[in-house]
């Protein structure tokens, strides 16, 4: 399989860019509808693909205006959530808007990166942490933001392309043991990250 990555060629001027973006804005929210799964009372996990981080780059391209010499350092960080064929890559985000409840609870959730699975066909598939850098600090106080790779085997992919596998989205922590459904359209999204 030939990895999936954005190159400087894929790569639009920022006035070409700008021609573009409302189009690409419209197409990514409706895509992203069919794949943000709320977990729990605090957790959203969005489930990245190539043309959500094609538009990241531009974004952070347009926004910091750094031009040509921003492009490597820019497609760095985000190639490694583009889906590699086998597996899915989500970010989860735990979103609470009140700071001091928000501090508490993160507080709590030291490892919360470590705790995430897809359960499909009575089998789990353990989330891997993006390695960049810990998400847990020394205190053990959880970041909001956690990127999570879900390398799938052949059989594992091919049971969560049955639509009769019925999908589940796991969070196994001590202090936020939640559950999600992924349904039908969510599914079939998710399933075309698979080559």
Do not use: C
């Amino acid at each position: 399989m030939t990895p999936r990555v954005l190159t400087p060629a894929d790569i639009l001027p920022i006035p070409a860019y700008e021609a573009v973006r409302a189009d690409r804005r419209r197409a990514l929210i409706e895509a992203k509808r069919h794949r943000r799964l709320a977990v729990g009372p605090y957790m959203t996990v969005l489930f990245e693909s190539y043309d959500s981080m094609w538009m990241q780059v531009h974004e952070m391209l347009r926004v910091e205006k750094g031009g040509d010499a921003q492009i490597p350092g820019e497609l760095e960080a985000y190639n490694s959530l583009i889906p590699q064929g086998a597996e899915l890559v989500a970010t989860a985000l735990i979103e609470i808007d009140d700071e001091r409840l928000r501090r508490a609870v993160l507080a709590d959730l030291g490892g919360i990166e470590h705790s995430m699975s897809i359960a499909v066909a009575g089998e789990r598939v353990a989330g891997i942490p993006e390695a960049d850098l810990e998400r847990t600090d020394e205190t053990g106080k959880a970041s909001s933001v956690h990127f999570i790779h879900f390398p799938f085997t052949p059989a594992q992919v091919a049971a969560f392309r049955d639509r009769a596998s019925r999908p589940v989205f796991v969070v196994d922590h001590p202090h936020y043991g939640h559950m999600a459904m992924i349904d039908a359209t969510m599914q079939a999204s998710l399933a075309a990250d698979f080559d």
